[in-house]
């Protein structure tokens, strides 16, 4: 069988490393003698693995002490609700800057709890992040909401938003721990895993201590970010093994080399790719503005800035009888996306490169 080199958005690739990891520990957890998969998440063995969790995703990210660590059911979207529930109580309305497919619904799902303001013009065709200068912040704002990188449309926010002392709440569900960031300059920060840091069923949630005790009454106690704080993520029974499974994948992280590392292997990876396109006379399209790029995501199209559906599918079967998979575009874009995470090798992205730069020899004119 041809080798695979895994390309897809999320569940993305997991790193071979962890994968080994896990096949070691899978029926004897930490010298329990039993699985992780049925132990309790009241022992003293699970609650040292939250606690070394929290503690790695503190010392990747610098997070300053005044932040809780939290880890949630139900991914990137639970927290879709989960923000609004826990902030919106304390002005009635939120501004949301809507950079892409992942920020929309986030400024949909708010609209059940609160007023929702849209920072920027409303737009079918996400390819940047419009300047500060022409936001429509509201000064009265509980909070604003970016997604700093928009999985399916390839956009990645390339500087943080002063928003003038309202707390900013970011998803980072496809870009977290790919770089160093500066989490004071966050109010919240949260992301799904199962893009860059594991697998399917966590959120990490990282908040800023003064943001705490303001959810609605309505807010369901399991998206509660309080009671979860003071239940240290054990208030019902938690996605254990999803939670296992990050916390392996950050220590992979640590030992590569920490976020300077992945940020130097992203920004190599991806311009890999980029060039290609950069340098194919229009036969690759790359639609997103090059200062906002996303180094994690890459869309593009084959053979004008629509596409050329024919070349497009030649291309996916090609790219796949070499084990090249999951390049498809998402439905709501079309075309090619390579998904270029942590875990993806740079050797990979060169056997992808290789293809291209073949692939265009072959057509272009
Ligand atoms: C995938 C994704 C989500 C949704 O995550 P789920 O865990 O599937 O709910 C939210 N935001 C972004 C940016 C994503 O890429």
Redesign the pocket.
């Known amino acids: 069988m041809v080798k695979i080199h895994n390309f897809g958005a ?1 569940p993305a690739k997991l790193p071979e490393e962890v994968y080994e990891i896990i096949k070691n520990e899978l029926t004897n957890f930490d010298g329990s003698g039993i699985s992780l998969l049925e132990t309790s998440h009241r022992t003293a063995t699970y609650k040292n693995l939250n606690t070394e969790i929290q503690n790695v995703v503190r010392r990747l990210l610098n997070v300053p002490a005044n932040y809780k660590i939290i880890f949630l059911s139900g ?4 927290q879709f609700a989960g923000v609004p529930l826990n902030l919106i109580s304390r002005t009635g309305t939120a501004d949301y800057v809507v950079t892409g497919a ?1 920020s929309a619904k986030a400024a949909k799902e708010a609209k059940k709890y609160g007023k929702v303001n849209l920072v920027l013009p409303p737009t079918d065709r996400y390819t940047e992040v419009p300047d500060q200068s022409k936001w429509n912040l509201d000064p009265n704002a509980s909070y604003v909401h970016i ?1 700093t ?3 399916i449309h390839g956009v990645e926010f390339d500087f943080i938003p002063d928003t003038k002392g309202v707390p900013l709440v970011a ?1 980072m ?2 870009n977290f721990m790919s770089k160093k960031i500066d989490v004071s300059k966050f109010g919240v920060i949260y992301g ?1 895993a ?2 860059n840091i594991g697998t ?1 069923g966590v959120a990490l949630v990282i908040i800023r201590e003064d943001l705490l005790n303001h959810a609605l009454p309505i807010c369901p106690s399991i998206l509660d970010w309080t009671v979860n704080y003071k239940a240290d993520s054990i208030l019902n029974t938690p996605p254990m093994f999803a939670i296992y499974i990050m916390g392996r994948v950050l220590q992979w992280i640590e030992r590569q080399g920490g976020l300077d590392a992945m940020e130097a292997a992203a920004t190599k990876k991806s311009s890999l790719i980029y060039d290609i396109i950069d340098q194919s006379n229009g036969f690759y399209y790359a639609p997103v503005a090059k200062n906002v790029r996303s180094k994690m995501n890459i869309p593009f199209r084959i053979g004008s800035a629509t596409g050329n559906d024919e070349l497009e599918k030649e291309f996916l079967k090609g790219a796949e009888a070499l084990g090249l998979i999951q390049l498809k575009g998402h439905r709501d874009v079309g075309g090619i996306r390579a998904s270029t995470y942590n875990a993806v090798t740079l050797q990979e992205v060169q056997a992808l490169a290789v293809y291209m730069k073949d692939f265009l020899k072959k057509h272009a004119k």
């Open positions: 999320g991914g990137g979207q639970g992942w997604c990188n928009e999985t998803d569900s496809s799904g199962q893009k399917a």
